[in-house]
């Protein structure tokens, strides 16, 4: 039986809820719970202790709860945090949330978007990271962001079977569109930061972690989970454009899409390569099905 809960019950918990989302105080390179600006009808509910007051027991849950959600974001985003700096990453996390409070009670859902959101915060060139003199670069930044969001999105993405051409299929496999695997994504990355990120995962320190030189050229990977482990596996510049296209675009049109971005003199070679990329992607379990376009 449905039961309406009590009025003065729902609006305690509201007040509750604002006041440990108060964001914390940045001042002075330190996090502070900023207990004075605390809802007056809520402190007057809570009651004091032998060695703390009112406002300073309830900043006990606010201080708690931004700490929670920091470990979160570190444990999910390493790669960006380290770039960055603790500190200065964490004033990211708490703009967003601020923005986008959590609303669902899964935890990890609250992680969504924050990759995208870093992508309007942060400014252009270099960012500032508190308490050092050197920024770091922006788009180094953004790239991590890209590559921590992808790892907790594949790790987490539901299993499913994967995709085995049969002869039913060769008559529309040309016409359709491959349906990736939520289990599986693309990187392109300018610096070493897919290598990188497993040895900050190890690294203890909350300082700003010195940037890798860039590469000449991008490299690209292939990102899978295979039962609860990730695999990365490198991919050929042209075979990671591929599989890019196949993304949104027939097998027919991606392969024509790919011959006209290639240069002339290594046309001849085109089929038999993307023949191998193809049967490569199959067997690795990259796609679920097929989808009539």
Known sequence: MNQAFPAWLEQFQERFGRVIRTPLERANGSLRAADE???????QLALASERLGPNARLAIYNRQYWFRLFTLFHGAFPL????LSHFTFNGYVSRFLVARPPRHWDSESMLVGFDEFLQQALP?????VEGQSAPVDTLAVLE?????????????APALDAFQPTAEHAARLLTSRLIASP?????????????LRPQIV????????????????????????RENRLALLPLEAREARLLGLLSGLSL????AQLEHE??????????????????RSVALGMWVGLEAL
């Open 183 to 195: 289990a599986s994504a693309v990187l392109e990355e300018h610096w070493p930061l897919c290598e």
């Open 252 to 255: 027919e049109g991606a392969l």
């Open 80 to 83: 960006t945090t380290r770039l």
């Open 124 to 128: 252009a060139g270099t960012t500032p």
């Open 144 to 156: 991590a962001a890209r590559i921590d969001s992808a790892f907790h999105r594949v790790f987490r």
């Open 262 to 279: 290639c240069p002339a003199e290594e046309r001849p070679s085109l089929p038999a390569v993307t023949q191998r990329w193809l049967a």
């Open 202 to 225: 190890m690294e203890v320190g909350e300082a700003a972690r010195a940037l890798p030189p860039r590469f000449d050229a991008a490299r690209h990977w292939l990102l899978l989970r």
């Open 37 to 43: 600006t605390y809802d007056q009808t809520l402190t």
